[in-house]
């Protein structure tokens, strides 16, 4: 994750780069979920993402990730989509 700096307006091909693992389908799931920032319109056609957002976002993720201990089930994926 970058260093915080002044802030900046991410667009969807910048957000893998920036730190963010996940498909375009998934961060439109999370944002109607609430769960992932939502886009800030730029124009008629363009959206982008608030980075100091996008670190918060990346930030909880990473304090809520408990590393996996023996013992630990590993969800799958499909488990995850129908909580």
């Not at 608030?50 to 408990?66: C, E, F, G, P, T």
């Amino acid at each position: 994750m970058p260093a915080k700096s002044h802030p900046k307006l991410l667009r969807f091909r910048d957000l893998t780069a920036y730190g963010v693992p996940l498909r375009r389908t998934m961060i439109y799931k999370l944002i109607e979920a609430g769960e992932f920032p939502a886009p800030i319109r730029c124009g008629l056609k363009a959206c982008a993402f608030d980075s100091r957002l996008v670190d918060d976002w990346i930030a909880a993720k990473l304090q809520a990730n408990v590393p996996a201990g023996p013992g630990t089930k590993i969800r799958k994926r499909a488990d995850l989509e129908a909580a």
